[in-house]
């Protein structure tokens, strides 16, 4: 059923391109970038290929180290230019032995992931008594020293979207839950899942403690577990939990890997696109984000690859996204390069068909944009009247000193069925739809990168915020 | 959505109901029990206390003895008379830690189960190198000898179908599959799941050792797993896996849990229903076979519990149906009664729509079954032109036996998505589908309970043999 989905999108486009006025090639050339992406098969390649040879691939780790060889030597395969890794300092988190089950009124296992950061419990685990929290607002609601000694549980479900809001809203139900939890008294935390639909399999993802309160451990339940412990509670009986996290946090190094297609006029201008190289370690990382590098890295080779581009177009793949730190790191290191940054973008969000394409403030009104804007339609694509303002967690401090920051929307809906968990796999990626992206993206990048268009926004304009 | 699916069925009832002949109070009997069902909430609830105040149920450990106690405590609850446990010994086969792992040309983790009755590998595990079979013939066709030192794997998916017969047709993967991999020379089998849809969570199920071959240790893969070592194995490199399976089997007992209405003018003379108690560990049984147990259950307090039957309504909640115990216990308890046994009757394929009704050779020609089908039409439910043949695994040889036995046909499409895994969870069970299961069983109930009717096939028809 999924490869039908763009059917429409593929067959339609047989007619904008023949009907292009033979007079701009700027046009044409895209609509040819575009158009090659669509049946292309380096996107698919590169994602199968990294979750099948390297896998899973936690920043700091070893595996880390396996999949910085991958990335250079992919890049140098497919022709890219001064392909290096960028070093930089992390905290190695890695979870250990994890367990968590009810004890009483009656014994049942607990489904659960460690959040990445959590301290752990002591060898023997914690055991004590749960109170349940059907929002987060409860949670916050509760008196300071209210939970002394009991193990808090928020089991708020997050909402399902199409533009994936709704992982935004739940977000501190997770980053600041530990945190608010503690300050409140209780020696430990556990969250519904911040994810879609119904499944076994817990989602991690990052926690962010403050300074004002205990770190105490902290882990995500499955959706299900979730649901469980709210029937337990109806019953309005005690319940009492223990839970063991084994986890360890060590200095390491990660490594971003970038490699060019170098332009023909102006090298030292670039366009930097790309996604993140670490993962999570429960799946594989197809989604999250072996797909977004692959959508960017094919991007650029089928926008440049034919002919060279007159600016240089950089693919990044970030090191350590899931724990916040290849970000500054990337930043202190290209900030030197800002005026000559003609554009930055980062996929992030699947592989599922984009539906809109954000632009810097003014920017959708320039000649070179409205010809994307033409050639973007067949897909199903629109630009967006509203401009874009974050636009990827990796290039956030780049956006932030300034540099124009486009952002492709796409369809989410389905994407945090998988997030963060072991069903992250090369099975979720839908080519068709993963090809849609990449001819988006081909066709932004030819447009941006054999043009002198400026895509910064008008002098006064307010500079964007992290969200 | 769900809840939608059925809506047109409940809506056709208003009106068959009326127009029924005042003439027939068979017919207006059952059709009352039939539409208290649809909004009844005895066998949801049956199933949200059992996932939740008892969880998984494994026969033989401590868990099925308080699955037991729930058991006999919910029936006599619900005004069943002569509930009581009947005993019977089991080996309780508990899995221990385990793990496996490819450990080159990559590393990366597999999510597998051990299969039931698996022996454990050595303390230290075992590594050696893999050979993937593509179908399990292609394993069939191995010379003798040739894996020797090997893991041998087979990748063939199981096909999904609506009468739940792709189940059938992979079994022998799973169940003689290690015996066929020992004979070959292998040190330790794996398979896909016996599954559809893809899930990191693998499927576990019992496997049955050959006499004449040595005896293996032996996982379930997740589907996602399984298609991982297919692009493994495309590369031609040799594969190392490692695996670490520590499973105790000890001898202990099970129970079957038995309750009855019993039959105003006929006691002796019984109708037998039920589903099975014992559950795999992994989730919590609520598809298989928590809802089983509550359709019939429930079914037998709607079709007797206002209005007194005939004959005695037997529930049975059969006490170890995954590692194939209760069978021949209860043959053997029950025979003696062989004479009385009216009908006999199993649901163990989850809780969607049934389709269909097969009942023995030359039953649908009897007048209360013609008017039972008369009732089961506007549920969406026709009487199956091929007779019953094989009723459900703890009923095989009470069937065998000549017990007469009848089939409710159910749509299995959705039903190995979760069956044997840890996502056999209470969300999975549809109300609305549920209540469709319970009307049709309590028809059922309500007409074989309050007539002479003989549903024994007529002399010389060949008994039927195990599927």
Same mark, same amino acid.
């Given at each position: ?25 700027? /046009? ?31 920043? &700091? ?12 030597? /992919? ?22 032995? =994890? ?27 914690? =055991? +004590? ?43 501190? $139900? ?41 770190? *105490? ?23 009492? *939990? ?22 023909? =006029? ?7 696109? &790309? ?11 197809? *989604?999250?984000? %072996?797909? %977004? ?59 599922? /068909? *984009? ?8 920017? +959708? ?31 956030? &401090? ?8 486009? +952002? ?38 030819? $447009? ?11 002098? &006064?304009?307010?500079?964007? +915020?992290?969200?």
């Amino acid at each position: 059923m999924r490869p039908l989905l763009l059917a429409a999108a593929l067959s339609a486009l047989a007619m904008p391109a023949i009907a292009a006025p033979p007079s701009d090639p700027l /046009r044409t050339g895209a609509e040819a970038a575009r158009d090659r992406a669509l049946t292309d098969t380096t996107a698919y390649d590169f994602v199968e290929s990294l979750t099948t040879d390297v896998g899973q691939r936690l920043a &700091g780790t070893e595996a880390s180290a396996r999949a910085r060889d991958w990335g250079i030597a /992919r890049l140098t395969a497919l022709g890219f230019k001064n392909v290096h890794a960028e070093a930089f300092p992390v905290t190695a988190w890695q979870r250990g032995e =994890e367990a968590a089950a009810v004890v009483s009124p009656h014994p049942q296992k607990l489904a659960i992931l460690g959040l990445g950061g959590s301290v752990p419990t002591p060898p023997e685990g914690i =055991e +004590a008594e749960a109170v349940v929290f059907r929002t987060y607002d409860d949670l916050l609601a509760a008196p300071v020293g209210s939970l002394a000694g009991k193990i808090a549980i928020v089991t708020q479900p997050m909402v399902r979207t199409a533009d994936g809001s709704g992982y935004g809203a739940a977000n501190p $139900i997770r980053r600041s839950g530990p945190s608010e939890a503690a300050r409140r008294g209780a020696v430990a935390y556990l969250h519904r899942s911040l994810a879609t639909g119904e499944s076994r399999l817990p989602h991690t993802g990052a926690l962010n403690y403050q300074a004002d309160a205990p770190k *105490i451990p902290a882990a995500a339940l499955s959706v299900i577990d979730s649901e469980l412990l709210e029937h337990m509670a109806d019953r309005g009986q005690p319940i009492r *939990i223990r839970l063991k996290l084994q986890s360890t946090a060590t200095p390491s190094t990660a490594w971003t890997v970038t490699g060019e297609i170098p332009g023909s =006029e102006h090298p030292e201008q670039v366009i930097i696109v &790309g996604g993140h190289l670490d993962s999570w370690d429960p799946g594989t990382g197809a *989604i999250d984000d %072996g797909t %977004g590098m692959a959508i960017t890295v094919a991007a650029a080779h089928l926008a440049g690859a034919a002919h060279p581009p007159k600016r240089t177009i950089r693919v990044a793949l970030f090191g350590a996204e899931e724990m916040d730190f290849s970000d500054d790191a990337f930043t202190a290191a290209h900030k030197p390069e800002l005026a000559n940054i003609v554009a930055v973008g980062e996929s992030d969000s699947g592989s599922d /068909r *984009i539906w809109a394409l954000a632009l810097p403030a003014g920017a +959708a009104k320039l000649g070179p944009m409205k010809t994307l804007a033409t050639v973007l339609a067949p897909l199903s694509i629109y630009v967006s009247p509203e401009p874009s303002r974050f636009g990827g967690s990796d290039i956030g &401090g780049l956006t932030m000193a300034g540099a124009p920051t486009i +952002a492709f929307r796409q369809d989410a809906s389905r994407y945090f069925d998988w997030h963060h968990s072991a069903d992250d796999t090369l099975d979720k990626v839908d080519r068709v739809q993963l090809n849609q992206n990449v001819a988006a993206w081909a066709a932004f990048l030819y $447009i941006a990168a054999n043009t002198d268009v400026d895509l910064h926004p008008p002098a &006064g304009t307010p500079s964007p +915020a992290r969200p």
